[in-house]
Every structure is written in structure tokens, then in C-alpha cells.
């Protein structure tokens, strides 16, 4: 009796989960945040760390919602293209702006789904990565002329102008860190999407801290479905 007890409850969790990810959506959402957190996840007989891939909606009321949470053995922009694809089938028609870190090909992907949305890739991330290519003594350095150039409460600035600064800046420190030339690349402009919109957002939507957090919250509590389907819930 408490076998089935269990199982009848696994089963309404199962029916629960299943609702939630074909509930019907917003026709429009200003802001979207993404981001792919991996956990250990039974398929079969084996265990193994796979993505679970995350949307957190800001609505036009300014509230935030978790439009949805499913599964995919990697992180992939082409996964997240059939997320979008799902997010549109679900009612989604406009999203004005996509918040996400700087994977390959997210850009592409979100052309294809929503073409009119703006994308901005977390800044966080960008100062990361440079630090990581210089050495120590010209760390301190580097870090506060970058800190500059991206400091949201910059008057007289816009993305064009703010990506400008930041090929000059890369133009200087690529002769002591050659490798630092690949961010000349045109692509880095979408971190600079931010100085677009008012001064008072800016600092919420250069980076992807509140989608981060929000993995980091609800990390420990994943239901690990055993069931082998490519894309799963929580």
C-alpha cells in the first residue's frame, strides 16, 4: 500500500510537471533571460551530468515568471532554437530583448525564432574571460579601464560608441595578449546592447545574475525523471 502510495504521488508530480511545460504563455515578454545549468541526471542504468536548460520571462507588469525548465543531454544553440520554437508553439509572439551568456551561435538562433528581439550577452562573463588572458601585474589595469567602458550609468553613450571603446581598449592590451585580437570580432558587439535602453534598467540586463541565482536556488531540488526522453522537465 505504500508502494502505491508512492507511486500514485510520482505520478500526479509527473502529471503536475507535464502541465506546467504546455501551459499557455504571454503573448509578449520585454525581457528574456537563459541559461543552462548541468546536473547529474539517471538515464537507464547510468548517471551523468546533462543541461537543463532555463527561461526566466520578465512580464510587462515587471513581474517575473519561469516559463519553462527542460532537459538535453548538452548545452547547444541549436537545442535552444527548439526552447524558442516551444516558447512560440505556447503562445510567445514578441520578445523584445534576450539576456544570455556568450555561447556560439545563440545569436543565430534567436534570429531565426524572434528576429526583432535584441540580444545582450553578459558582460560578467566577457570581464572573466579577458582577465583569464592577462598577467597578473596588468590584471588591476586591464580590469578597471574594462569596468569603465562597461559602466551602466554612462550618459552620452550608446552601443556603437561603448563597442568602439572597447576595440580601442583591446587594440592596446593585444600587443602585450596577442590572443585578446579575437575580440575585435564583430560578434562582441552584443555585449554592448545594454547602452541602448534607460540608464535605470541597464544594470539588470547586462548581465545574467538573476537567471544564475535562480539556477543556483533550485539546483539541489531538480527531480531527476529516469524515464529516457530526449527533452524533460523538472
Same mark, same amino acid.
Given at each position: 500500500?505504500?508502494?502505491?502510495?508512492?507511486?500514485?504521488?510520482?505520478?500526479?508530480?509527473?502529471?503536475?510537471?507535464?502541465?506546467? =511545460?504546455?501551459?499557455?504563455?504571454?503573448?509578449?515578454?520585454?525581457? =528574456?533571460?537563459?541559461?543552462?545549468?548541468?546536473?547529474?541526471?539517471?538515464?537507464?542504468?547510468?548517471?551523468?551530468?546533462?543541461?537543463?536548460?532555463?527561461? =526566466?520571462?520578465? @512580464?510587462?507588469?515587471?513581474?517575473?515568471?519561469?516559463?519553462?525548465?527542460?532537459?538535453?543531454?548538452?548545452?547547444?544553440?541549436?537545442?535552444?532554437?527548439?526552447?524558442?520554437?516551444?516558447?512560440?508553439?505556447?503562445?510567445?509572439?514578441?520578445?523584445? =530583448?534576450?539576456?544570455?551568456?556568450?555561447?556560439?551561435?545563440?545569436?543565430?538562433?534567436?534570429?531565426?525564432?524572434?528576429?526583432?528581439?535584441?540580444?545582450?550577452?553578459?558582460?560578467?562573463?566577457?570581464?572573466?574571460?579577458?582577465?583569464? @588572458?592577462? @598577467?597578473?601585474?596588468?590584471? @588591476?589595469?586591464?580590469?578597471?579601464?574594462?569596468?569603465?567602458?562597461?559602466?551602466?550609468?554612462?550618459?552620452?553613450?550608446?552601443?556603437?560608441?561603448?563597442?568602439?571603446?572597447?576595440?580601442?581598449?583591446?587594440?592596446?592590451?593585444?600587443?602585450?595578449?596577442?590572443?585578446?585580437?579575437?575580440?575585435?570580432?564583430?560578434?562582441?558587439?552584443?555585449?554592448?546592447?545594454?547602452?541602448?535602453?534607460?540608464?535605470?534598467?541597464?544594470?539588470?540586463?547586462?548581465?545574467?545574475?538573476?537567471?544564475?541565482?535562480?539556477?543556483?536556488?533550485?539546483?539541489?531540488?531538480?527531480?531527476?525523471?529516469?524515464?529516457?526522453?530526449?527533452?524533460?522537465?523538472?
Amino acid at each position: 500500500q505504500r508502494q502505491m502510495c508512492i507511486r500514485d504521488s510520482l505520478n500526479t508530480a509527473h502529471e503536475d510537471v507535464n502541465a506546467w =511545460l504546455v501551459r499557455r504563455l504571454d503573448s509578449r515578454y520585454p525581457i =528574456l533571460y537563459i541559461d543552462a545549468t548541468y546536473v547529474l541526471t539517471r538515464r537507464d542504468e547510468s548517471v551523468s551530468n546533462e543541461a537543463y536548460y532555463t527561461v =526566466l520571462g520578465v @512580464k510587462e507588469d515587471r513581474t517575473r515568471e519561469v516559463l519553462t525548465v527542460v532537459n538535453f543531454p548538452t548545452e547547444s544553440a541549436t537545442n535552444w532554437k527548439d526552447v524558442f520554437e516551444d516558447l512560440k508553439e505556447r503562445g510567445v509572439s514578441v520578445v523584445d =530583448l534576450l539576456v544570455c551568456d556568450g555561447l556560439s551561435g545563440i545569436e543565430n538562433a534567436l534570429a531565426d525564432t524572434f528576429p526583432k528581439a535584441d540580444l545582450q550577452l553578459c558582460t560578467v562573463h566577457l570581464k572573466r574571460n579577458i582577465a583569464g @588572458k592577462v @598577467k597578473p601585474r596588468d590584471k @588591476k589595469q586591464v580590469m578597471e579601464e574594462l569596468k569603465q567602458i562597461c559602466a551602466p550609468d554612462q550618459w552620452d553613450i550608446n552601443p556603437e560608441k561603448a563597442f568602439e571603446n572597447f576595440k580601442d581598449f583591446i587594440l592596446r592590451w593585444q600587443k602585450s595578449y596577442p590572443p585578446l585580437k579575437r575580440y575585435q570580432h564583430e560578434r562582441y558587439r552584443f555585449y554592448f546592447t545594454y547602452f541602448k535602453y534607460e540608464r535605470e534598467i541597464r544594470g539588470m540586463i547586462y548581465t545574467t545574475n538573476w537567471i544564475e541565482r535562480l539556477n543556483r536556488d533550485y539546483k539541489l531540488s531538480l527531480i531527476h525523471i529516469s524515464e529516457p526522453t530526449r527533452r524533460r522537465g523538472i
